[in-house]
C-alpha cells in the first residue's frame, strides 16, 4: 500500500525555523514528484512547490519561492518543507501529497493527513 | 497562472439527491483537471483525474466530464458520506492551482 506519513502537529514562535517531513512507502520514492500544499484556516488548497527525489530538482510556485525550501532525503523516503523564520501567516495545515504522471497528464495521489503549523507568541 | 472557479461556492442536499459542482479554467486545460474530496482532520482523496476517469475505489456515483475550459464533477444520488467540500485542480502546468472549494452540506 502507497502511503505517505507526516510529522505531527508543531507549536511555534514567530521567527523560528521548522522543518516538517513527509516519510513515503510502498512505492520508489525516487521515482515521483513529491508536491506541497497548504491549506489556510478556513481556506482552499495552495500549490506551494515539489521535489523529485530521484536527483532533487525543485520547483516552487512564486507565491512561495524564498519563503521556504523543499528537500528529500532519498536514503530515508523522506521529504521536507522547511522555514528559516516563521510568521503568523504561516499558521496553516500542510499537505504533502504523490504525483502520479500518466496517460499524458498528471494527478495527486496519495496524500498525507497533513501537518498544522501553529505560530504564536 | 492559470485561474480556477468553482460554482456554487456552497450547496445543501439531501440523501439520494444528484449534485453537480462546475469547474472553470481561465484558459483551456484539455483533461488536465482533478477532483479530490476533503473532510475535516482527514488526508485529500483523489476522485477524478483527467478529467473523467475515476480513481480506483471511488464510488461510481461520482463522474467527472469536460474538456477545455468547463468541467462538471457529479454525484448520483449523495450519500451521507459525501458531505464534504470539493476542490477542482489544473494539472496543464505548474503552478497545479486548485479551485477554491464547494462545500457540499445537510439540508
Known amino acids: 500500500e502507497v502511503q505517505l506519513v507526516q510529522s505531527g502537529a508543531e507549536v511555534k514562535k514567530p521567527g523560528e525555523s521548522l522543518k516538517i517531513s513527509c516519510k513515503g512507502s510502498g512505492y520508489s520514492f525516487t521515482n515521483y514528484w513529491m508536491d506541497w500544499v497548504r491549506q489556510m484556516p478556513g481556506k482552499g488548497l495552495e500549490w506551494m512547490g515539489s521535489?523529485?527525489?530521484?536527483?532533487?530538482?525543485?520547483r516552487y510556485s512564486p507565491s512561495f519561492q524564498g519563503q521556504v525550501t523543499i528537500s528529500a532525503d532519498k536514503s530515508i523516503s523522506t521529504a521536507y518543507l522547511q522555514w528559516s523564520s516563521l510568521k503568523a501567516s504561516d499558521i496553516a495545515v500542510y499537505y504533502c501529497?504523490?504525483?502520479?504522471?500518466?496517460?499524458?497528464?498528471?494527478?495527486?495521489?496519495?496524500w498525507g493527513p497533513g501537518t498544522l503549523v501553529t505560530v504564536s507568541s | 497562472d492559470i485561474q480556477m472557479t468553482q460554482s456554487p461556492s456552497s450547496l445543501s442536499a439531501s440523501v439520494r439527491d444528484r449534485v453537480s459542482i462546475t469547474c472553470r479554467a481561465s484558459q483551456s486545460i484539455s483533461s488536465h483537471l482533478n477532483w479530490y474530496q476533503l473532510k475535516p482532520g482527514k488526508a485529500p482523496k483523489l476522485l477524478i483525474y483527467a478529467a473523467s476517469s475515476l480513481q480506483g475505489g471511488v464510488p461510481s456515483r461520482f463522474s467527472g466530464s469536460g474538456s477545455g475550459t468547463d468541467f462538471t464533477l457529479t454525484i448520483s444520488s449523495l450519500q451521507p458520506e459525501d458531505f464534504a467540500t470539493y476542490y477542482c485542480q489544473q494539472s496543464y502546468g505548474a503552478p497545479f492551482t486548485f479551485g477554491p472549494g464547494t462545500k457540499v452540506d445537510i439540508k
Open positions: 501529497a504523490r504525483r502520479v504522471a500518466a496517460a499524458g497528464t498528471r494527478w495527486f495521489d496519495p
Open positions: 521535489i523529485y527525489p530521484g536527483d532533487s530538482v525543485t
